[in-house]
């Protein structure tokens, strides 16, 4: 892994500044209540394709309008334009199919397993997850110990540092799992938690730390 000093030391600088936020963020993250965690996992399904904005309207509006208790079709709700989300159709079904399934994942978050093989599991059987996303609601529920959500803003990052020598343009689990492996390492490098880096590409990317 060959890094540029100047780059590290300008980056550690950033965090510096941005320390104590980033800290507070994590902590909201573990203090979410269990109540909260279908709506936490239903704004990870949708932010896929979609912006972070959009999917927080429409857990927003599903909240507004007791979806978790209802259960009633929100496609309606998905493909609104002033907070449109990309596949729509699918994502409907899956929020419906995960309100089914909801018992049997709070039961696998709460046996006490490690952050990845609670991962293994979300990605194998619920639907619409993929690594990225099973690793950002874990994040988002102060559930994820060491586990990285490699969406463009982290990669473009990783690569800008070094830490990897190309974007790719599709994410294998193997692949996957072997760019988070170079992520956790260059976190260690430079001396900055995993999890605290991940908000600091964010908040470098976007201007905000934002779950």
Known sequence: MKLDDDKI????SLYK???QAIQSRLL???RVPQSEYFYELAYCLMTPQSSAVHADKVVTVLRTHRFLETGFDPESILRTKAHYIRFHRNKSKYLLSIRQSMDGILSVLSN????DIVREWLVKNVK???????S?????IGKNESLAILDRHILRNLRRYGAIRNIPTSLS??????IERRFIQFAGTIGIPLNELDLLF????TGEIRK
């Open 202 to 205: 964010w908040s470098m990317e």
């Open 112 to 115: 006490g397993h490690s952050s």
């Open 9 to 12: 030391r300008a980056l550690q």
């Open 128 to 134: 619409g997850l993929g690594y990225k996303e099973a």
């Open 173 to 178: 689990r193997k692949r996957y799992l072997s």
């Open 136 to 140: 950002h609601f874990l994040r988002n």
């Open 28 to 30: 909201d993250f573990s």
């Open 17 to 19: 500044e941005r320390k």
